[in-house]
């Protein structure tokens, strides 16, 4: 059973670099037809597609967002990091990431970042 987890910090401050790893179990980011990705829901609003990365390795981003958007990934620990750079109060978010293959699931947790200084 494929299970996500994300990590990183709650509290980042203006104009930062926001980092996120997603860390997978129970199988293999670079195997299968699926894409990993990162989506996020600022409070009171709905669910964002900031962007994705497939098996090979190439990634699609939310045009709005890819100008500070950067996702890469470690298959030696079979992990993916999303990286949201030049933060705003803006960006406060529950982050995700998730699996996509013909819809989204299985999803993390979720991880609350909050932008402020």
């Known amino acids: 059973q494929v299970q996500l987890q994300e990590s990183g910090p709650g509290l980042v401050k203006p104009s930062q670099t926001l980092s996120l790893t997603c860390t997978v179990s129970?199988?293999?980011?670079?195997?299968?037809?699926?894409?990993w990705g990162w989506i996020r829901q600022p409070p009171g609003k709905g669910l964002e597609w900031m962007g994705a990365?497939?098996?090979?390795?190439?990634?699609y981003y939310n045009p709005s967002l890819k100008s500070r958007t950067s996702i890469s990934r470690d298959t030696s620990k079979n992990q993916f990091t999303l990286q949201l750079s030049s933060v705003a109060p803006g960006d406060t978010a529950v982050y995700y990431c998730?699996?996509?293959?013909?819809?989204?699931?299985?999803w993390g947790q979720g991880t609350q970042v909050t932008v402020s200084s």
């Open positions: 998730a699996r996509g293959n013909q819809g989204w699931g299985p």
């Open positions: 990365i497939d098996t090979s390795g190439s990634c």
């Open positions: 129970g199988g293999s980011i670079t195997t299968g037809g699926a894409v």
